[in-house]
């Protein structure tokens, strides 16, 4: 099944926020002092694409987000579209239902991120990062250090990371994802967060100075 970019798109004529939006975004607000409350757009925009993918299965931003966010935060709309632009984790079109995003920095890509994208690909039909499934069920995007290089290769779907990945995970995950279950985040070999293969080598006893 081939990949695309993703079929010609439409801005939403509207954007309002709900009423779960509207009570994060007021809590985030009250944060700051008062004329201060442009420091909240990151977290505005990251509840305008959380909105949009509970209304429409994608999380993105649209224009009519963006514009929500400076009138609620008394900014001009250039202010709000520099920001989410600027920030690759703001998705600027609709995306598939899952977003693989494949760290490929230095440590990913020595521990196998080049598999993992090959793995991508063949299981979802994607050839070029930016595209998304034809069934529309993902997107993968290429993207930098993920800050979990001790775990590397690392795969994040959506906000969960996926650790110490490599083909055969992979499939076993994206296939898990199909049938509509999502499998624990975290290290897919077992271990425990950081620690070692194999377990801790280190500290793993418990000594007490003698008395007297």
Known sequence: MAATNGPAFEQPASFAFDADSEAEITKIVARYPVGKQASAVIPALYIVQKQMKR??????VPLKGMDAVGARL???????????????MFNMKPIGKYHLQVCTTTPCWLRGSDAVTEACQHATGIRNFGDTSADGLFTMTEVECLGACVNAPILQVDDDFYEDMDTEKVNA??????????PAPGSMTGRQTSAPDGGATTLNTLQFAPEG
């Open 55 to 60: 209304d429409t299965g994608s999380a993105w």
């Open 74 to 88: 008394g900014m001009p709309p250039i202010r709000v579209y520099e920001v989410a632009t600027f920030y690759f």
């Open 173 to 182: 995950l994206l296939a898990a994802l199909r049938r509509g279950e999502r």
